[in-house]
């Protein structure tokens, strides 16, 4: 089974950007669907965006300012997050659409702080 790790989170004020990383180990994930999901404190886990095959789809709020790419030569999605508003702050989780449909292989996550 696939492993993925996050990695690209930091603390960054509002305005900025941040690239997440989301790489895969033990297998890879050329062929599935990824998307990128965000937990902030105290509310649910959110979808953010997927990328599959060429294709990608975006929540209203991550449109226009975050873009999901992946580079299948090193087994990496990016979520790149530009004009960063406090309420992106959320720890992001990345996660491999599984043939029933539903998301599996999280991986542990990376914080996301934007200051305002």
């Known amino acids: 089974q696939v492993h993925l790790v996050e990695s690209g989170g930091g603390l960054v004020q509002a305005g900025g950007s941040l690239r997440l990383s989301c790489t895969a180990s033990?297998?890879?994930?050329?062929?599935?669907?990824v998307a990128w999901f965000r937990q902030a404190p105290g509310k649910e886990r959110r979808f953010v965006a997927v990328i599959s095959g060429g294709e990608t789809f975006y929540t209203d709020a991550a449109k226009g300012r975050f873009t999901i790419s992946r580079d299948n030569a090193k087994s990496t999605v990016y979520l790149q997050m530009n004009n960063l508003e406090p309420e992106d702050t959320a720890v992001y989780s990345c996660?491999?659409?599984?043939?029933?449909?539903?998301?599996?292989?999280w991986g542990q996550g990376t914080q996301v702080t934007v200051s305002s």
């Open positions: 033990g297998g890879t994930f050329n062929s599935d669907a």
């Open positions: 996660a491999v659409r599984l043939p029933t449909g539903a998301y599996g292989s």
